[in-house]
């Protein structure tokens, strides 16, 4: 059976593995990624994306009608097979930060550092490129051994749209924590605000995962700040005004919402996070972590949805 010649360089054609899609369309292409780490790129009339085979990581989105990136990614991130990247959109799947019972076990699960598989790209008359990616199997984590299939589908236009889908395809029901923890790019997180979350209790993971009651006031940052707010299905809304910006990020099927940015020491800390690029960075993330695990009985699913638009001021 000859190989599919995917793309001119031989050296790519190992890649075939990860591709089962049948064909891509002209605004798609494979590359060799930053440290030759395989990467897709997409390049359309409505927006441009680059997604990593591993983690399915949407690394960079930026619409068409939108002066600069949306998503932020450190200078300093790795891009090394296994080693998570730094910035974009990580997937966390099966649990969400270190792993109760095994603190070796990869922070936020195996998904963001395993290589998925391209099954579909679709593209359609105004230029939005949908995406299919999958992770399946069982057994991938001794911490977590179930069998399933994951799949991440993501929608590149003006609108960057992600939805996180997992089966189980086991004869058991397992539990999961899942979050898409997506990294923004602002211009200085201390002149940002979040709405959306006035009205939500979180747990403050600066104060030992204590409950702290509404606020009943935007999110603002004076500090290290990693929040997971509870009982939340709203949107956000992250005002950027010196990008002149706002950044709605809506949702489906998520009942949590965690804020973080790392603020000085925590930048200073982290190798992959440059010492001072945390102005610069914001995390809002769609997520089902904590008190709001998700249980699948054999044979179900559950979808969980990120919406996210950029609204430029004065344009
Ligand atoms: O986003 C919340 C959080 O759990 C923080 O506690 C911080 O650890 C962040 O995720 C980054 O985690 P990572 O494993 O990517 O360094």
């Known amino acids: 059976m000859p190989r599919r ?19 891509l369309p002209p605004s798609v292409r494979i590359s060799e990624g ?8 997409v390049s359309s009339a409505a927006a441009r994306a680059e997604i990593y ?20 990614m450190s200078e300093r991130s790795h891009f090394e097979a296994g080693k998570p990247i730094r910035g974009g959109v990580p997937i966390c799947f099966p649990w969400f930060g270190a792993h ?3 603190p070796a076990a990869p922070a936020h699960g195996f998904a963001r550092v395993r290589d998925w598989r ?11 490129v949908a995406l299919d990616l999958e992770l399946a199997g069982e057994g991938l984590s001794p911490e977590w051994p179930h069998r399933f299939t994951a799949i991440h589908r993501i929608e590149v236009g003006p609108t960057l749209r992600m939805t996180l889908e997992v089966r189980n ?9 899942e979050a898409l923890h997506t990294y923004f790019d602002i211009a200085d997180v201390r002149g940002v605000s979040v709405s959306g979350l006035e009205g939500c209790a979180y747990l403050d993971t600066m104060a030992g995962g ?22 939340t299905r709203d949107a956000c809304v992250i005002d950027d005004p010196g990008k002149q910006r706002v ?35 914001l995390c809002v993330e769609t997520g089902n972590v904590n008190v709001h695990t998700r249980t699948l009985q054999p044979g179900k699913s559950h979808a969980m949805t990120a919406i996210i638009e950029v609204r430029e001021l004065n344009r």
């Open 34 to 41: 930053r440290s030759a780490l395989p990467r897709i790129d």
């Open 118 to 128: 391209l099954i579909d790209v679709r593209e359609d008359r105004d230029g939005v």
């Open 247 to 281: 950044i709605t990020v809506g949702k489906r099927g998520s009942d949590a919402t965690v804020v973080w940015n790392p603020w000085v020491a925590k930048a200073l800390a982290m190798p992959d996070f440059g010492d001072h690029e945390w102005t610069g960075m």
């Open 100 to 102: 109760p019972a095994n």
């Open 169 to 177: 395809d086991g004869d058991g029901a397992f539990t999961f924590e």
């Open 210 to 231: 204590q409950r702290v009651g509404p606020s009943g006031a935007p999110v603002r940052f004076t500090g290290e700040t990693d929040r997971v707010y509870l009982e």
């Open 53 to 72: 085979f591993q983690g399915a990581h949407v690394a960079a989105w930026q619409p068409a009608a939108i002066r600069e990136p949306v998503l932020w």
């Open 5 to 23: 010649v995917l793309w001119n360089d031989p050296r790519m054609n190992d890649l075939a593995r990860l591709v089962t899609a049948t064909s």
